[in-house]
């Protein structure tokens, strides 16, 4: 009866920190779509944030720890291997920013998965989500007449000198 209650106990402390992490991530009531584990942690993976040509983002969090992050679904299993090319380039432009410059700027790279679903095997990366970043449907709304034109040249030229790194660390971008 101890055993059974003290397991009780820690998934009751687990549904807590979970309820936390959605209220502080804004998304407190929203079902979980499906569970996915990798080799280092089990994610509670909602709803599909972002869409796109290869791949689907969808925010999740990570069970038994206060922490979004955002898994990117390739949509159809023959995207497996970009999302191996992503994972090695995240690893290798984050190991050349030899002074930490770039980093802000690149997803960081947190772990990878493959799991089945009724279309066959699907890779995905775990990436690190980043509070505070905004979409830029999220900047049309906030300044439907447009920014400021020293505020694009700012977000141009930081875009820019990414690419360029990129570019250098020879990755086609």
Known sequence: ALDAATAAFVRLQEL????????????YGASPIVTLSTRR???RVGRVIASGDIANLHRA?????????LLKVARTPADADLMAVEKR???????????????PFLPTFIDSL??????GNKAAN?????????????V????????????????????LWLLG???QQQWVH
């Open 165 to 167: 790194f990129v570019h």
């Open 16 to 27: 807590k920190q979970a309820a936390i992490s959605a209220v502080n991530g804004g998304n």
């Open 61 to 69: 969090e990570q069970s038994g720890v206060p922490r979004q992050v």
């Open 41 to 43: 942690m089990t994610l």
């Open 140 to 159: 049309r709304a906030a300044f439907p007449g447009g920014i400021e034109a020293l505020d694009a040249v700012w977000m141009w030229r930081r875009l």
């Open 126 to 138: 775990v990436i690190e989500y980043l509070d505070g970043w905004y979409s830029l449907a999220d």
């Open 89 to 103: 380039a995240l690893e290798s432009l984050v190991a050349k920013d030899t002074d930490n410059k770039l980093a």
């Open 114 to 119: 493959t799991y089945r679903d009724h279309h």
